[in-house]
């Protein structure tokens, strides 16, 4: 908002106009105080200085709605070159379904650190868990009966956080004290520990040891013993395996477009040491790959295309049309696992793995899992300091017995 001395027409020749102008919903707008003659710019000045100092504007200072801000954000978002499209879909539905629908005020300068405490928060705990789904290339999300949990609300709350900060960026008035809200200490106290499905170490060993395809056997021993994530592991190149010295590079993920996301952030690029028994496994499908790699020498490729086979590992473990899928859900149900949550279990699984065996410090967990202890959120073991030769024994027992 600001006030200002123009020269326009009016009845009987130009004159002196002094004018608040504000912003509303994205338009300029402009209220005329009083009208001076020309000969009266002293007089027209007073009065634009006495609206600026003492603050007498009667005008609605920057009615911006919610519904407003949020779009104008979410181009700021969905604009960045940098985020990958699951990170913006992400972000998204933080703030259109945990925070929108309990948003009480119309306005953003109406809205106060109170209602967000009393409605606002409420809501974002009692709001349901959501699963992504994909039909005819589309994605959508489904609401599941389950509240969503500690660490959701903390992540929804951070992200409308960002918005607030946002709008402050932009001189949208709201109440910034949002953006230093701090839960209360005790405030997760009633929450228990959710435990995540995760199949047990004979369940993994068996399912794969009866998985005949050797680009599949690769695939699924390499994501329960790096633990990295499905995007990074559809990533892997040629040039991404060090056979000299034991490990792969992980420096980029695959978004959901199938365009390669090279990591800007120092602690996602990481080394990753593996088994001899991978390498191996490495080595023989290499060798064996008869497909045309024509997809920046990605490993795992589709046998028509050369593309990453984005259906078939997306949730690998999902009834589908794949023949993989349908393998490895026979192989479960034989075994009588109740196979969930598609890729996911093979990353607990291996950092669960990685803390039975007591081989890693707690940073060399961070580095090797791009994570830390609290989203972990188990206890890792301190000040191993393993040799190198140590270091590598142990990393060779990870999948023992595959």
């Given at each position: 908002?600001?006030?200002?001395?123009?020269?326009?027409?009016?009845?009987?020749?130009?004159?002196?106009?002094?004018?608040?102008?504000?912003?509303?919903?994205?338009k300029i707008k402009k209220q005329t105080k009083e009208v001076f003659g020309l000969n009266e710019k002293r007089k027209a000045e007073a009065l634009r200085s006495k609206l600026e100092i003492a603050q007498?504007?009667?005008?609605?200072?920057?009615?911006?709605?919610?519904?407003?801000?949020?779009?104008?954000?979410?181009?700021?978002?969905?604009?960045?070159?940098?985020?990958?499209?699951?990170?913006?879909?992400?972000?998204?539905?933080?703030?259109?379904?945990?925070?929108?629908?309990?948003?009480?005020?119309?306005?953003?300068?109406?809205?106060?650190?109170?209602?967000?405490?009393?409605?606002?928060?409420?809501?974002?705990?009692?709001?349901?868990?959501?699963?992504?789904?994909?039909?005819?290339?589309?994605?959508?999300?489904?609401?599941?009966?389950?509240?969503?949990?500690?660490?959701?609300?903390?992540?929804?709350?951070?992200?409308?956080?960002?918005?607030?900060?946002?709008?402050?960026?932009?001189?949208?008035?709201?109440?910034?004290?949002?953006?230093?809200?701090?839960?209360?200490?005790?405030?997760?106290?009633?929450?228990?520990?959710?435990?995540?499905?995760?199949?047990?170490?004979?369940?993994?060993?068996?399912?794969?040891?009866?998985?005949?395809?050797?680009?599949?056997?690769?695939?699924?021993?390499?994501?329960?013993?790096?633990?990295?994530?499905?995007?990074?592991?559809?990533?892997?190149?040629?040039?991404?395996?060090?056979?000299?010295?034991?490990?792969?590079?992980?420096?980029?993920?695959?978004?959901?477009?199938?365009?390669?996301?090279?990591?800007?952030?120092?602690?996602?690029?990481?080394?990753?040491?593996?088994?001899?028994?991978?390498?191996?496994?490495?080595?023989?499908?290499?060798?064996?790959?008869?497909?045309?790699?024509?997809?920046?020498?990605?490993?795992?490729?589709?046998?028509?295309?050369?593309?990453?086979?984005?259906?078939?590992?997306?949730?690998?473990?999902?009834?589908?049309?794949?023949?993989?899928?349908?393998?490895?859900?026979?192989?479960?149900?034989?075994?009588?696992?109740?196979?969930?949550?598609?890729?996911?279990?093979?990353?607990?699984?291996?950092?669960?793995?990685?803390?039975?065996?007591?081989?890693?410090?707690?940073?060399?967990?961070?580095?090797?899992?791009?994570?830390?202890?609290?989203?972990?959120?188990?206890?890792?073991?301190?000040?191993?300091?393993?040799?190198?030769?140590?270091?590598?024994?142990?990393?060779?027992?990870?999948?023992?017995?595959?």
């Open positions: 908002m600001k006030v200002q001395v123009v020269t326009e027409p009016r009845a009987g020749g130009k004159k002196l106009c002094v004018q608040v102008v504000w912003q509303e919903n994205g007498k504007v009667d005008v609605i200072d920057q009615k911006i709605t919610f519904d407003f801000a949020f779009k104008e954000y979410f181009k700021v978002l969905n604009n960045d070159p940098d985020t990958s499209s699951k990170y913006k879909d992400m972000q998204v539905s933080y703030i259109t379904n945990h925070v929108a629908p309990y948003i009480n005020k119309e306005y953003l300068s109406d809205y106060l650190l109170s209602d967000f405490i009393e409605t606002t928060l409420i809501g974002i705990k009692n709001s349901k868990r959501l699963d992504w789904r994909t039909k005819d290339g589309k994605g959508y999300y489904v609401k599941r009966a389950e509240a969503i949990g500690k660490v959701t609300i903390k992540a929804v709350v951070l992200e409308f956080k960002k918005f607030v900060n946002w709008c402050n960026s932009h001189k949208y008035k709201i109440d910034y004290s949002i953006a230093n809200f701090k839960f209360p200490k005790n405030y997760f106290s009633s929450y228990t520990k959710q435990i995540a499905w995760m199949p047990t170490t004979p369940q993994l060993l068996a399912i794969v040891n009866k998985e005949p395809d050797i680009k599949l056997k690769t695939f699924f021993k390499c994501a329960a013993e790096t633990g990295v994530r499905l995007n990074e592991l559809l990533g892997i190149c040629y040039e991404s395996v060090d056979f000299d010295n034991g490990g792969i590079y992980i420096d980029h993920s695959i978004d959901n477009e199938n365009k390669f996301r090279p990591y800007k952030v120092k602690t996602s690029r990481r080394f990753i040491e593996i088994s001899d028994e991978l390498l191996e496994l490495f080595s023989i499908w290499m060798k064996t790959q008869i497909f045309p790699v024509t997809h920046r020498n990605v490993i795992f490729t589709n046998p028509t295309n050369g593309k990453v086979e984005k259906r078939t590992f997306k949730r690998v473990f999902n009834i589908s049309g794949s023949r993989a899928n349908k393998k490895i859900k026979q192989c479960a149900k034989l075994l009588g696992i109740d196979w969930q949550n598609g890729m996911s279990p093979f990353r607990k699984w291996s950092i669960s793995r990685m803390q039975e065996l007591k081989i890693l410090t707690e940073k060399q967990m961070d580095d090797r899992f791009a994570n830390s202890k609290e989203i972990r959120d188990s206890n890792y073991i301190r000040d191993l300091n393993l040799n190198e030769k140590q270091r590598k024994t142990a990393i060779n027992q990870i999948t023992k017995g595959w």
